[in-house]
């Protein structure tokens, strides 16, 4: 369980194969005016075509939320480890 924006608790249940994840080194962003779109991809190295592993499409104020919880966990992240590379 865990508590949503407005406080209220949600339960959320994840199937053993979502559980697995992907692995992601690059994220094409785009968008227009009612949504944006992230694909998701592992550039293997030396390949020419890669492919998209997942897609999220989410609406603006979800994801500057989402935005805004990255940031926050990148410097709790970099407090406890140290300064990430860019």
Same mark, same amino acid.
């Given at each position: ?26 994220? =094409?962003?785009?968008?227009?005016? +009612? ?6 991809? %592992? /550039? ?6 890669? $492919? =998209?592993?997942?897609?999220?499409? +989410? ?6 939320? %989402? /935005? ?6 990148? $410097? ?11």
């Amino acid at each position: 369980m865990i508590n949503n924006e407005d406080g209220k608790q949600i339960n959320i249940e994840i199937d053993e194969q979502t559980s697995k994840g992907i692995y992601s080194n690059f994220v =094409v962003v785009s968008h227009n005016e +009612s949504e944006f779109v992230m694909d998701f991809v %592992f /550039l293997f190295p030396q390949q020419q075509k890669n $492919k =998209v592993g997942a897609r999220v499409i +989410s609406s603006p104020a979800h994801v500057k939320r %989402f /935005l805004m919880a990255l940031t926050d966990n990148v $410097k709790k992240y970099e407090e406890k480890h140290g300064p990430i590379p860019v």
